[in-house]
C-alpha cells in the first residue's frame, strides 16, 4: 500500500535546533533535534501548509478520497496542539512515496550524523482498526536512516512483536520487547486508545554490523511507560563506511501490512513527537535514560533485562494504563532543561482537619537540580484522578507552592473544603515555571482527611490510610513550619483546632522560598554562588550564603586598569582614586594638560604645547610634536676643511654648525687642508710650507719629518721673512728674484681666496 510520509522540517526552530546541535560533540544533555505538538492551522492535505516547520512531500496519494490532515481531532488530549491522521486502505503492503529529510539539509549542511538518539511519539489506531489474521505483518512508523539501504525501524514486526529492526543490514536482526498487538490492545482489535512509544538506538562505536561480539549498540524499548526491554550488542549499519558515520534523517510515516477494517479503509493517529540526540534527563530504576511520557502517571518505567528475552511473559492486557492526566509540561513551552526529575513525595499524610480546611504534612524532595523542589497540590473526592482534581488556590498550599529546604516536614493548609466531607490529596515536585518549562517528578502517594461539621476535628491517619479514629481531635505535638519555613513548630490543639506554635528558628542557611535562605527566623533574599565584587569593586569572588547573609568569598584580583570607585582604576586589587586637576603629559612630552575624571576611564586633556627647542624623548619639540634631533651628531659642511656638529635650535629644527677646523694637511677636493681652508697644491711658493724640521710628502700630501742629514759643512743661515738661504755662490742673484716673484704670487692667491 502506499505509506503517507510526513516530514519534519526545522527550519522555524533553527534557533533552539542549532544550539542543540552544536553541544552534539560535547554530549550535553537534553538537546533536542525535533519537537513537535503540530500546534498550527488545521491542515488537509493538498492545501497550503504553515506548522512548525513541517513540510509535506509530494506525491503522497489519497485513500478512497480521504486526505491526510492536521487538526485537533486527532490531538493526544494529554498534550498541546493538535495531531496528525494518516489513511490506509485494506489489505496492501508496502509501498512508500515520501521525500526524505536529512541533518545536514537542516541546517546547510552543518549538521553532523547523529550516533545516538532517544525518540518518543504518541499512536492512537481507530478503535475497531484489526489486521488480517488478527497481528499485523509489520506497521512501521519511523524510519530513521544511516544510508539509503541501512535503517533502524520500530515496528510491530514479523512475529508480532514490538521491535527495532535493523533493515538492509546484511544479517537483518532485530531487539524486540515483550509486547505483542494483543498486549498493547487487549486484544485483536484496537482499543482506540493513545499509547506512548519511546525509543533509544545507539550505533556501535567500532561500526561492527549486526548482533556481533564486543558489539556495544544499543537498542531498548518502552511502551506506556514501561514493560519494554531491548538491549545491547546491536551495530545498526550495514558495515559500510557511509553508514558507520551515524544516522543522518528520518521518515515520519505509516507503512502497513495487511490491514483489514471495515469500509476497507482505516486511520492511525500521531503527536507529541520528540527526538533528542543525548541523554533526556529521566532515569528508569535500571539508570537508563527516557524521555518520559506526557501522560506519564509517575511509575517509573522498566527496561527490562540487558538483551532481548522472546520468552518473557507477557504483560497484562487488563492491567491500568497511565493516568494519561498526570502532570506535564505546556508542550508549547521552551525544551527542557540538563537536570535530573525532581524527587518523589512518599509521605504525605493529613495531620489536622476543620469545617473547611486540612493541614498536610511531608518531607520536601530535591528539585533535581539541587534546589528545593516546588509543589503543585490537587485535592478531590475519592477516588482521586490527578487531571480532573483541584488545584489548590486557597491556604498556604496554593499552586505553585515554592520550597523551602530540602529534606525539611513541611506543612501547609488547603482552605476551601466542604463540612463533614472525605477527601483525598496528592502532590508533584517540579521545578522551572507551571504551563512554561516545568520538569515534574513523580506523583506523591494519596493522604486522605475528612473536614468535620460543628468545628470538630478530625486529624485523619498519620500513615494517609483512612480517616482518624478520633474526629474529635487533632494530632498534638506533630512537626509544623512557618509559612516562610525559617520556624519549626509544633501543633497544638488546645484551641480544638491545629495551632502551630513553640517556635524555633531554623539554622541560618537554610534555604527558604527557592533561592533564599534562612536568617535569624526570617527567610532574606541572598544570591547564593552568583559573582560578587568586594566593595571598592576591584575584587571578584563568589556569593555564599551559608550564614544567612551574603558574603563574598575566594576573591580573585580584577585586571589593572579596570574601571572602579570615583573615576578610579584598579591596581593589584585595590581602587586608586582619579587625581583630578593634575598635570599631566603627552606621551612623547610635547604637549601638557590636566586630568579629566569626569569620563571612564579617565583622560588627560585641555592640551597646550611645550616651547619648541625644549628636548623631548629622542629629540626636541616643535609645534607640540616631537623632532628628531642629536645634539653633537656629526654632519657636513659646505666649507670641505671645517668640522660640523649637530644643534638643536631653539626653532626645534635641527642645525648643522662649524666646531673647529681639520688638520692642516688633510686632504680636500683639489687640494690639502691649511688653516680651515682648501688650497691647491701647484699655487704653494717655493718655500716649505710644512715648516722647520719637516716636510710636504708628496704622495701623502701630508707633512712629514725631515731625515737627519750627515755631517758636513755648516748650513748657510735662513734670512727671515724670505723662506730662502743666503747663498755665496755667483747663483745667489737669481735665486733671490725667483723667490720675490714667488712670494708676490703667493699673495696674490691669498687675497683671491678671500674674496671667495
Known sequence: MQRRSLTKHLSVLAPMVVTGILAIAVQARGAVLLDSTFDCPDWVQGTSLNCQGIEWPSGIQTVNGKKTTISAVSNNPAGAGKGVRFWNNNLETGGRNSATLSWNYLAGGSYPPQNELWIRWYQKYMPGFRWVGGEPYYDKTLYVRAEAVSSALPQFAPGSKYCITAQGAPDYYQVCSSFSWADLMGGETSDGQWHCFEIQIKMDSNGQQGVTAGANGVGRIWIDGGGGGGGGGGGWSNGSAEAKQGWKWFNFDENQSQPDNPNGEGWVDYDDIVIYNSPPPNRDPHGNPFIGPIGWNGSLPDAGAPQPDASAPRPDASAPRPDASAPRPDASASRPDAGDVPGAVTDLAVIGTTTSSATLSFTEVDDGAGQPASYDVRFSQPPMNWGSATQTSQGTCSVPMAGQ???????????????????????????????????????????????????????????????????????????????????????????????????????????????????????????????????????????????????????????????????????????????????????????????????????????????????????????????????????????????????????????????????????????????????????????DPCGAGTHLDPSSQKCVADAIADAGPSAPPIEPGCGCAAATSASAPLLLVAGLLGLGLRRRRGSAEVGM
Open 405 to 687: 529546604s530540602t529534606g525539611a516536614t513541611r506543612t501547609c493548609t488547603v482552605e476551601g473544603l466542604a463540612e463533614a466531607t472525605s477527601y483525598e490529596f496528592r502532590l508533584v515536585a517540579f521545578r522551572g515555571t507551571l504551563q512554561v518549562n516545568a520538569v515534574f517528578g513523580p506523583l506523591s502517594n494519596v493522604a486522605q482527611g475528612t473536614t468535620v461539621s460543628g468545628g470538630a476535628m478530625d486529624a485523619g491517619l498519620a500513615d494517609a490510610s483512612g480517616p482518624g479514629p478520633d474526629a474529635g481531635s487533632c494530632i498534638a505535638g506533630a512537626p509544623c513550619t512557618s509559612p516562610d519555613g525559617c520556624q519549626s513548630g509544633i501543633i497544638d490543639c488546645l484551641s480544638g483546632q491545629p495551632q502551630c506554635g513553640h517556635w524555633t528558628n531554623v539554622a541560618d542557611g537554610t534555604a527558604c522560598q527557592g533561592s533564599k535562605v534562612c536568617h535569624s527566623g526570617e527567610c532574606r533574599s541572598c544570591p547564593t554562588q552568583e559573582p560578587c565584587r568586594s566593595a571598592d569593586g576591584c575584587r571578584l569572588g563568589t556569593t555564599n550564603c551559608a550564614t544567612g547573609e551574603a558574603v563574598c568569598e575566594d576573591l580573585t584580583n580584577e585586571p589593572d586598569g579596570t574601571a572602579c570607585g570615583n573615576q578610579g582604576t584598579c591596581q593589584d586589587g585595590a581602587c586608586s582614586a582619579c587625581p583630578a586637576g593634575e598635570t599631566c603629559t603627552s606621551i612623547d612630552g610635547c604637549q601638557v594638560g590636566s586630568i579629566d575624571c569626569s569620563q571612564q576611564p579617565a583622560v588627560c586633556g585641555a592640551w597646550t604645547n611645550r616651547p619648541n627647542g625644549v628636548a623631548c624623548s629622542g629629540g626636541v619639540c616643535r609645534e607640540g610634536i616631537c623632532r628628531a634631533c642629536t645634539p653633537g651628531a656629526a654632519c657636513s659642511l659646505s666649507e670641505p676643511c671645517k668640522l660640523g656638529a649637530i644643534e638643536c635650535a631653539a626653532t626645534g629644527e635641527p642645525v648643522c654648525e662649524a666646531k673647529g677646523d681639520l688638520a692642516d694637511g688633510t686632504a680636500c677636493p683639489g687640494g690639502v687642508c691649511h688653516a680651515g681652508w682648501c688650497e691647491p697644491v701647484a699655487l704653494t711658493d717655493a718655500g
